[in-house]
T-cell receptor
């Protein structure tokens, strides 16, 4: 499943499928990008990050892709599990202190 | 072993009251933040402090006054509460530029403020 994150859209995927969550960022000066996961009733938690001198970074079951030409970031989650259900945010950082969060995407994992 | 803690978790109050939210981090970080999350989950930075000094103040009404008594604490005081202040407020911290250039943020559990 794939979605563009504006106005908190919802992405529904079957358990075991791959998920792709997209994010458009705004500032050319942004030098560092972070994906956060926010579960219900909790604060955002760090998932993975990428610096502007990279275009891909992989973690455990997650991959972040960065396209600076079109100011686009994506988060890929492999073999999506029920525990992945949450709201996902991208954040752009203009070092050292300025962080701008995207509008978020709600991921629902269907059993 | 809570890294970033906030109190209270829930706050229900009448319009016009004054209230405070406290935040503490035990990570030894230099930089702390306050964010407001509205009902549509939009997260907006309000303030940033580095080593007790105000760095960012994002066009927040002056009814909101942050205070950092030391590097580990950043409290938020709100005067004359309005209905539109109802939201979830998150505190966060990061190591800061003295430690490294690229810093992810560590968020607290949030304080849900309801103004009646």
């Amino acid at each position: 499943g794939e979605n563009v994150g504006l106005h908190l859209p919802t992405l529904s995927v079957q358990e075991g499928d791959n998920s792709i969550i997209n994010c458009a960022y705004s500032n050319s000066a942004s030098d560092y990008f972070i994906w956060y996961k926010q579960e219900s009733g909790k604060g955002p938690q760090f998932i993975i990050d990428i610096r502007s001198n990279m275009d891909k970074r992989q973690g455990q079951r997650v991959t972040v892709l960065l396209n600076k030409t079109v100011k686009h970031l994506s988060l890929q989650i492999a073999a999506t599990q029920p525990g992945d259900s949450a709201v996902y945010f991208c954040a752009e950082n203009i070092p050292p202190y300025k962080y701008i969060f995207g509008t978020g995407t709600r991921l629902k994992v269907l059993a | 072993d809570t890294a970033v803690s906030q109190t209270p978790k829930y706050l229900v109050t009448q319009m016009g009251n004054d209230k405070s939210i406290k935040c503490e981090q035990n990570l030894g970080h230099d930089t702390m933040y306050w964010y407001k999350q509205d009902s549509k989950k939009f997260l907006k930075i309000m303030f940033s402090y580095n080593n007790k000094e105000l760095i960012i103040n994002e066009t927040v009404p002056n009814r909101f006054s942050p205070k950092s008594p030391d590097k580990a604490h950043l409290n938020l005081h709100i005067n004359s509460l309005e209905l539109g202040d109802s939201a979830v407020y998150f505190c966060a911290s990061s190591p800061g530029p003295r430690v490294r250039t690229y810093n992810e943020q560590f968020f607290g559990p949030g304080t849900r403020l309801t103004v009646l």
